[in-house]
């Protein structure tokens, strides 16, 4: 059965210091793995999402993630966070062979002047 | 533009009153779903539909109720029978089955029990 674990609840990061939000995964195929990002009151936008043609995967707004099959990871990171990242991140993997989406309980990041 | 639209984006529900959250889309995507997200506890499946006229309940479907008459429309009603429906409602939307197809999602509904 497939499942997510997001290893951090709360991260808080200084402006313009990196981010690292972190993702483990549990699927017995090989996995198709989302992220998405939520504003106070708002829906999901989709940040970036494995495609399996690379490991490392490029997404908006600076962020990438990197897919490692050894480690069951898929952490999420940025260089430098901005005042404009502070926002609540989910993990997703698809439930392979059906419509279905499995969600971590996400990482809220704040980020500190 | 694309996409999907969820009204209203606040809701009030009286105690034993069911009330019904709209969902669109015009992405013409096949597959449509329901979650809950309360705080944090991440999203949780509600109901989702693959196609036109069929849908399967998800992890809490108890005390909700969905229909798929139009490939465009899932409307979720919450029943009297939802103990605590107070919550953010998410409707979302994908294409059909296939590696890599990410779910796009509505603004959401904040429902509250009065």
């Known amino acids: 059965a497939q499942s997510v674990t997001q290893l951090d609840s709360h991260v808080s990061v200084s402006e313009g210091t990196p981010v690292l939000l972190r993702c483990n995964y549990s699927?017995?195929?090989?996995?198709?793995l989302f992220w998405y990002v939520q504003h106070p009151n708002k829906g999901l936008q989709l940040l970036l999402k494995?495609?399996?043609?690379?490991?490392l995967v490029k997404g908006i707004n600076g962020f990438e993630a990197e897919f490692k099959k050894s480690e069951t990871s898929f952490h999420l990171t940025k260089p430098s966070a901005h005042m404009s990242d502070a926002a609540e991140y989910f993990c997703?993997?698809?439930?392979?062979?059906?419509?279905?989406?499995?969600f971590g309980t996400g990482t809220r990041l704040k980020v500190l002047a | 533009d694309g996409g999907i639209t969820q009204s209203p984006k606040y809701l009030f529900r009286k105690e034993g009153q069911n009330v019904t959250l709209s969902c669109e889309q015009n992405l013409n995507h096949d597959a449509m779903y329901w979650y809950r997200q309360d705080p944090g506890q991440g999203l949780r499946l509600i109901y989702y539909s693959q196609i036109v006229n069929d849908f399967q309940k998800g992890d809490i479907a108890e005390g909700y109720s969905v229909s798929r008459e139009k490939k465009e429309s899932f409307p979720l009603t919450v029943t009297s029978a939802q103990k605590n429906p107070t919550a953010f409602y998410l409707c979302?939307?994908?294409?059909?089955?296939?590696?890599?197809?990410?779910?796009?999602f509505g603004q959401g509904t904040r429902l509250t029990v009065v």
């Open positions: 494995y495609t399996s043609a690379a490991t």
């Open positions: 979302a939307s994908s294409i059909p089955r296939g590696r890599n197809t990410e779910a796009f």
């Open positions: 997703v993997v698809s439930v392979s062979g059906t419509y279905k989406y499995i």
């Open positions: 699927s017995s195929y090989s996995p198709s």
